[in-house]
């Protein structure tokens, strides 16, 4: 059989022998691709984007797909704070074999299709320097816009998604628990806690201290030594754990429309993966993405819509929510990491929330060298935060600098 190929010349090797191969394994008898470099403004700094789209006849007619790649940078990388070889490592884990996984735990229970946890695409050309995934957004999917408060019809699909995300963990460590302690025990948090990594976080806060004023600033200089209670968060084994998403932003959940509704969410990005608090997900994902008149109207019924999903998934499982996650200890986990949800706000926000001209690209600048400006919208989120952490007793009402215990890390 023969193959008549036309690829353009400007795009790497290895990604060009990728394209032939699928374009073979998809039964393209002639073709032709479009390839394109994506530099979208905030939504990747771990390698270079590349959208595909395949053209062609097939031995039963035409045929199109499209697809998406993530590659390691072909330079240098200015980051010090965490692996590239590790980070693609477990997200290459994540589609190509967990998610299979998932897939089997969840067909044998007969869970109904539409209750599913699913992963996009991952074609088997993906490997440690590059993964290739479906593209979705050509299927009608869509990011949230990072600048942008959730909506509640959005936040819903996303918690119900991640409390499934959840329980399949525990349900792979009741199923096959060695195959649990050997794959997923041992995913500690990615991010290393050196040098590099304590002037990022020095840098956001002063960068947020400077841009707030009265009571706000006197508020957050209270806490100015909390790097070390970042670090005992993300590595707390005193209390539940499961595999996290470790990434659970807005803008890594990809949402269809129906009638102008939500309809269904596929989250993406499983480089940070890693078995913690799940708890810390859900803070990450809320004062990430959320403002306080939206907390104040919605934040305890997405509490209870997270546990409540994660019952009814495991009842699928014949598996007692009360013997792996009940709500005592949910609601607790929740208040005694609740500061985490001041630390995402701080340390991330700058970065999310960044102007265009300022988003980060670690390509070409150290994270411990990296500026940024707070802007407006840094501004009032914070400013909404402090004001939600004063109603919750975590500030006091005051402006005194004793509003939470020191931590001695920077």
């Not at 479009?34 to 959208?51: P, R």
């Not at 067909?107 to 993964?131: G, H, L, M, Q, W």
């Not at 999917?141 to 019809?153: K, M, P, T």
């Not at 499982?317 to 009360?322: E, L, V």
């Amino acid at each position: 059989m023969s193959y008549i190929i036309d690829i353009p010349n400007t795009i790497r090797d290895h990604l060009k022998e990728h394209i032939e191969n699928i374009a073979k394994s998809e039964g393209f008898l002639k073709y032709k691709c479009d390839v394109q470099k994506k530099y979208k403004n905030g939504t990747n700094f771990l390698g270079e984007i590349t959208e595909v789209e395949i053209i062609g006849e097939t031995i039963i007619g035409a045929k199109e797909i499209h697809i998406f790649v993530k590659t390691k940078p072909s330079v240098g990388s200015n980051i010090k704070l965490l692996s590239i070889n590790d980070v693609y490592s477990r997200e290459l884990y994540a589609y190509k074999e967990l998610s299979e996984t998932y897939k089997q735990l969840q067909e044998e229970a007969n869970v109904p299709y539409e209750e599913r946890y699913t992963f996009i695409k991952c074609y088997e050309e993906s490997n440690i320097d590059t993964i290739i995934l479906e593209d979705i957004a050509k299927l009608g999917y869509e990011n949230w816009n990072r600048l942008e408060i959730i909506s509640i019809d959005f936040a819903h699909k996303c918690i119900k998604q991640l409390a499934k995300f959840h329980a399949l963990s525990f349900v792979l460590e009741k199923e096959k628990l060695d195959y649990f302690n050997c794959n997923i025990k041992l995913l500690k948090y990615p991010f290393i806690f050196n040098d590099e990594y304590v002037a990022f976080l020095k840098n956001m806060y002063e960068t947020c201290i400077n841009h707030l004023e009265g009571e706000y600033r006197a508020k957050l200089e209270s806490v100015r030594d909390i790097c070390e209670k970042y670090y005992q968060f993300v590595n707390n084994s005193s209390v539940i754990r499961c595999l996290c998403h470790g990434d659970y932003r807005a803008m890594n959940i990809m949402m269809k429309y129906n009638n102008g509704e939500p309809s269904d969410v596929i989250p993406l990005d499983y480089q940070f993966i890693f078995y913690g608090s799940p708890v810390i997900d859900i803070l990450y994902f809320i004062f990430g993405s959320t403002d306080s008149n939206f907390r104040r109207e919605h934040l305890e019924n997405l509490k209870k819509l997270y546990h409540e999903t994660m019952e009814e998934f495991l009842d699928y499982f014949k598996m007692d929510i009360n013997l792996y996650f009940p709500r005592k200890e949910f609601d607790k986990s929740y208040e005694e990491s609740l500061e985490f949800g001041l630390m995402v706000a701080v340390w991330y926000l700058p970065v999310n929330l960044a102007d265009s001209d300022e988003v980060l690209d670690l390509n070409k600048t150290s994270l411990a060298e990296a500026s940024f400006s707070a802007n407006e919208r840094v501004k009032a989120r914070l400013e909404d935060i402090i004001d939600d952490f004063t109603v919750w007793g975590v500030f006091k009402t005051d402006t005194t600098t004793d509003a939470l215990p020191d931590t001695k890390c920077m």
